[in-house]
């Protein structure tokens, strides 16, 4: 079982910055694939970015590229999500989810564990 722990949300306003963390229970995310995805009020989930940990490969969503940046944190069980220039189109909770091998997916599906998520909300 793997407990994943979402913070960094919060209020901006539109063409800020925000940088959420996701920080598993287990000791490394070796060999495993790491994705955050966003659900936004009376809509789906939707895939956003997510990180292969032990090569670094990552994916992002086309709405998100050149914006967003998926990472590593020094922490072996620690990734980041560095949201730029953020629209406000783009407030939904974010969430953090874990995939128990290497192989990066965009689908929900995919996924085995989740958090609880965090709230991003931007204002016009």
């Known amino acids: 079982q793997v407990q994943l722990v979402e913070s960094g949300g919060g209020l901006v306003q539109a063409g800020d910055s925000l940088r959420l963390s996701c920080a598993a229970s287990?000791?490394?995310?070796?060999?495993?694939?790491v994705g955050w995805f966003r659900q936004a009020p009376g809509k789906e989930r939707q895939f956003v970015a997510a990180?292969?940990?032990?090569?670094?490969?990552?994916t992002l969503a086309d709405s998100v590229k050149g914006r967003f940046t998926i990472s590593r944190g020094n922490a072996k069980n620690t990734v980041y999500l560095q949201m730029n220039t953020l629209k406000p189109e783009e407030t939904a909770v974010y969430y953090c989810?874990?995939?128990?091998?290497?192989?990066?997916?965009?689908?929900?599906?995919?996924?085995?564990?989740w958090g609880q998520g965090t709230q991003v909300t931007v204002s016009s």
């Open positions: 287990i000791r490394t995310f070796s060999t495993h694939a």
């Open positions: 989810a874990d995939r128990v091998e290497w192989e990066l997916g965009e689908l929900d599906g995919q996924y085995d564990y």
């Open positions: 990180i292969n940990w032990n090569s670094g490969s990552r």
